[in-house]
């Protein structure tokens, strides 16, 4: 997810993308401690998305 795609969300839709991110990020995590993923760089991605959507948030 682009910075100018969460730019067009609502505070109530950040804090929902925010909690889904996060629960995906620990699935992966999880999953990739038991077996390694096909494409690690998923966790990387996942993270600088969490990272976005809370600076948007606090920029609120």
Known sequence: MK?????????A???DKLAE????????TRTHIV???DNPSQIKDLRRTIAR???????Q
């Open 3 to 11: 910075q100018s795609e969460v730019k067009g969300y609502s505070a």
């Open 35 to 37: 077996s390694p993923l």
């Open 53 to 59: 959507l809370k600076t948007a948030i606090n920029n």
């Open 21 to 28: 991110s996060q629960k995906v990020y620990a699935d992966l």
């Open 13 to 15: 839709e950040l804090s």
